[in-house]
Structures are given as C-alpha cells and as structure tokens.
C-alpha cells in the first residue's frame, strides 16, 4: 500500500484493504507505515507496534509480521512478528542490518520468501523470519555490489542497476544461510 508515509495505492482503497480484504487473510505482512494505516495506529515504539500486531489479530489475522519499521537505528530496522497458532502465541523481533541505499520489490520478495518458509516448517515464525530476513540479506547485498559495480567507481547505482538480482541469487533462495537470528519476545 505505501512506505515512508507515501501511498503506493489511491487513498480510496485503504477502506477496502482494511475492512474487507484484511478479514479475509490468514498472513500479512506490512511494514509500519501500512500497520499504521491498516490500524489506525501511530507506531512510534516497540510495544505499540505488539499493539497492532494484536489488534490485526483481532480482525481474524493469524500471522502478522511488520516487515520493516524505523524502530531501529540508523544502522537497523526492526521486523516483528506474532503469530496465532491452535491457541500459542509466539512474538519474534529481528534486527535487520539497513544497506546504504533504496531498492524496489523488498516487500514483495519478504512476503514471497516468508510464505514459502512458513509453510515448508509447518508455522514456525521465528524459523521463517530468519530465514526470509537473511535470504533478504543476500540477495540485497548481492544486487548493491552489482549497482555500485555497474555504476562504476564515484557513481551513485540508478534505479535499473538496483534490480534485484533473483536469479544470481537461486542458491540463497533455495537454501538460504541464517545469518540473521530473530528472538522471542514476551
């Protein structure tokens, strides 16, 4: 829907992602601009994000995980996750090391990765997270080091050289190394 307080979506839609679709999901995954929006929420601290977390919960959302929010530092954003599992609950956060650049798809791609990780180790959320957040890592380090190649020494990458680099980064996706550890949270 959006991130750094911009809409991706015309502003009429939000009703309908909130109200009706948001009901209907079993997983979501917005970062904390979209957790804000979705819940009506300013998420200023890692407490009120556990709040819309629950709040998601409340509307029927079994697995919500804030993919990215500003919770962090300059060097860190922090991803939260809780999920609803058969009556357990397990929270996770994870640091999530920030790269010196924007890229396209991010989102797409955790939401991609944590699906499919979800699914292979039966809802573990701490193992999907970390799986997803490091295959992230690789696979966004890998695309930066071809953009800053591309772009040539001095030059800041464009946005075509930022492309993420899926296909060079197949054995990360398939058997991602966890070099990013999530940990519960009470």
Not at 159 to 164: D, F, P, W
Request: a negative charge.
């Amino acid at each position: 829907m959006g991130d750094n307080g911009q809409l991706y979506v015309p502003e009429t839609l939000l009703p309908i992602y909130r109200d009706q679709l948001l009901p209907l999901a079993d997983v979501v995954t917005p970062n904390q601009f979209e957790a804000e929006l979705l819940t009506g929420m300013k998420i200023t601290n890692e407490e009120q994000a556990l709040e819309a977390m629950d709040q998601l919960h409340s509307r029927g959302v079994k697995t919500v995980v804030i993919s990215s929010s500003d919770l962090g530092s300059e060097s860190i954003l922090v991803g939260l996750g809780s999920s609803l599992n058969n009556g357990a609950r397990m929270r996770i956060r994870v640091d999530i090391p920030r790269l010196p650049t924007n890229f396209t798809g991010t989102g797409d791609l955790f939401t991609s990765l944590l699906m499919a990780w979800l699914q292979k180790h039966d809802g573990n959320l701490k193992i999907a997270c970390e799986k997803t957040v490091s295959t992230l890592q690789s696979v966004l380090k890998r695309t930066l080091q071809y953009a800053t190649d591309a772009a040539g020494p001095g030059n800041k990458p464009k946005i075509g050289q930022l492309e993420l680099r899926l296909i060079q980064s197949k054995e990360d996706i398939e058997n991602p190394k966890v070099t990013v550890e999530a940990r519960l949270v009470p």
